[in-house]
Nanobody, 123 residues
Framework: QWQLVESGGDLVQPGGSLRLSCAAS????????IGWFRQAPGKEREGVSC????????YYADSVKGRFTISRDYAKNVVYLQMNSLKPEDTAVYYC????????????????WGQGTQVTVSS
């Protein structure tokens, strides 16, 4: 069973930064697309960013372009989401997920999910 574990969520002030980590076990990241998603209370889960395992191509939702950066460390089998210039509307539970469709930010196209990590942006 593939496993994904997120970490790095925290309470941060507006304008601050956080780096989320997604550690994979029982499979290697270069065999899949890894996506980051978020879900705020009362809202649908939305795609934030994803990275391809084969060619390192990255994709971002318009709401985070220029502020968030996704990257992967093959040696550590970890995908990161660096989040800068955080806004209160970025507050949500952040999930990473594994799938096979390159460039997809649709949750239904991902098969394996982590348990989520809370990010709260507030003064």
């Amino acid at each position: 069973q593939w496993q994904l574990v997120e970490s790095g969520g925290d309470l941060v002030q507006p304008g601050g930064s956080l780096r989320l980590s997604c550690a994979a076990s029982k499979f290697t990241l270069d065999s899949s697309v890894i996506g980051w998603f978020r879900q705020a209370p009362g809202k649908e889960r939305e795609g934030v960013s994803c990275i391809s395992g084969s060619d390192w191509a990255t994709y971002y939702a318009d709401s985070v372009k220029g502020r968030f950066t996704i990257s992967r460390d093959y040696a550590k089998n970890v995908v990161y989401l660096q989040m800068n210039s955080l806004k209160p509307e970025d507050t949500a539970v952040y999930y990473c997920a594994a799938g096979i469709k390159v460039g997809s930010l649709y949750p239904e196209e991902y098969d394996y999910w982590g348990q989520g990590t809370q990010v709260t942006v507030s003064s």
